[in-house]
């Protein structure tokens, strides 16, 4: 986000490059960057004639290169931004040449969703060189509440650590999935106001009690009744609770827990970092750890490659009620 930050000042500073060449596997920020540049290089009256969106799927590296080798027409600098330029993934070497001589008067965007140039290539060094090459990686699932907290003090809201550890359970990393969610709450909430549990349950739709989180939380403290509750309640809201995703992050909480048994250094932020878990949730990891032995575990693995692949549609003859109820057996007993 630093890097992004610095990106922007220098454009505000006037410090443009010729070409941006934006890529990785974090859509969000390319998304952001892109943006940016459309909205707040040339003027509204300057974008008619000096302004062009063009699209990976529809054009070849020389329409590209034809396009940036133009002059602006009554003003400083022109802009062409190439969106879903992974699309020329086997033709983007191609673009060397011009790298090697970027017009000045061109602003070139390209966004390389998904993928990433080898840093080792002449083309790459060329971007590095004359443009500026931008990667946006994915977060893990411990750095994107860091993340949140950011976006959202951004807008003048505080969040809950359970709230937000709640919406990157159920979102996951994606980031562009979590900022729409956050806009909304942005345009519902007051400014200063703190995002509780009871707030994303009333304006995103998800249960503060029957939830991911909760049913992860119930199993390490094999809490069997609320277990057992937990899942009937999925089992009655597949479109929320798919059986996949479900079995999915259970199977996933106990193939973290064996590598918690194995390590060594087992202080607070060694967990943390080797797991690659939100830090508020390292209590339940802890709870769990108590609960369950490292050999229980390794049978619980073991039993739920199993049912991991019969969630999704292998040699699964049972409901998908039934299913989770056979999991739980398979935990508990």
Request: with cysteine.
């Amino acid at each position: 986000m630093d890097e992004v930050i610095k990106i922007v000042n220098d454009i505000k500073a006037g410090n443009i490059r010729p070409i941006y060449f934006l890529m990785g596997e974090e859509p969000y920020y390319i998304d952001k960057l892109s943006d940016y540049i459309e909205q707040n290089i040339l003027s509204e009256d300057e974008k008619g004639f000096n302004q062009t969106v063009l699209y990976g799927r529809d054009v070849s590296i020389e329409d590209i290169i034809g396009r940036a080798k133009r002059y602006p027409m009554m003003a400083e600098r022109q802009v062409v931004i190439v969106k879903e330029a992974q699309d020329l993934t086997k033709t983007i070497d191609k673009i060397e040449s011009y790298a090697e001589n970027p017009m000045p008067t061109t602003v070139l965007v390209f966004c390389y969703k998904y993928k990433t140039l080898d840093k080792r290539k002449k083309v790459t060094k060329l971007l590095e060189r004359n443009g500026l090459v931008y990667e946006s990686k994915k977060l893990y699932e411990n750095q994107v509440g860091d993340w949140l907290k950011r976006v959202l003090a951004g807008k003048k809201l505080n969040i809950e650590p359970k709230a937000a550890a709640m919406l990157v359970d159920f979102l996951g990393t994606d980031l562009s999935k979590i900022a729409n969610e956050l806009d909304k709450l942005a345009i519902i909430l007051p400014k200063g106001s703190t995002v509780t549990p009871e707030v994303i349950e009333e304006n995103i739709g998800f249960s503060k009690d029957f939830n991911v989180f909760e049913f992860r939380k119930a199993i390490g403290e094999r809490n069997q009744l609320k277990s057992y509750q937990i899942a009937q309640y999925f089992a009655e809201n597949p479109k929320e609770h798919p059986m996949v995703m479900t079995t999915t992050l259970v199977f996933g909480f106990f193939l973290q827990l064996l590598q918690y048994h194995g390590l060594k250094d087992k202080t607070p932020k060694n967990v943390v970092s080797v797991l690659k878990v939100n830090p508020y949730f390292l209590k339940d990891y802890d709870v769990a750890l108590k609960n369950y032995p490292m050999k229980k575990v390794s049978q619980i693995v073991a039993a739920l490659r199993d049912t991991d692949v019969k969630s999704k549609g292998v040699g699964a003859s049972l409901k998908e009620s039934d299913l989770l109820k056979e999991m739980l057996v398979k935990i508990f007993n």
